[in-house]
């Protein structure tokens, strides 16, 4: 265990020479693959979190407005202000204290859509299907 946090931690170096240069980073990861479902996406969090040594707090900006600005997408997401997508996750805890509480999920709604209530999937996100 031990020797594949120091491998991750590594691995991540030029990340945070890129970052101190002032760089945004975006998070992602390979949720949706096999093997790697999409309710395990707070691990991915977790390990940036660790190798990028930075907070909780930043780790989200870069999963959520950095990935956004990113991707050309943050007009329409990215942050909760008026006009932009009712894209929201609440979780049970707090995850700027710990992560892991994102594994916890209450609510999803998808551009203002409920999608999950309860932690239970109750409609597919708009467009999904099609």
């Known amino acids: 265990h031990h020797d594949a946090l120091v491998a991750l931690y590594r691995k991540y170096a030029p990340f ?9 980073i975006m998070v992602s990861s390979d949720a949706g693959v096999r093997l790697t479902p999409f309710r395990h996406f707070w691990l991915s969090l977790q390990a940036y979190s660790f190798a990028m040594e930075v907070s909780a707090a930043e780790t989200l900006r870069g999963a959520t407005s950095v990935a956004a600005a990113g991707l050309g997408l943050d007009a329409e997401v990215g942050v909760v202000v008026p006009g932009k997508r009712a894209d929201l996750l ?15 999920v209450h609510l999803v709604l998808c551009d203002g859509r409920v999608v999950v209530e309860d932690g239970r999937l109750v409609a597919p996100a708009a467009g999904a299907l099609s």
């Open 16 to 24: 945070r020479a890129l970052r101190a240069a002032g760089v945004p």
């Open 90 to 104: 609440v979780v049970a805890g707090d995850p700027l204290s710990d992560l892991s509480d994102l594994s916890r």
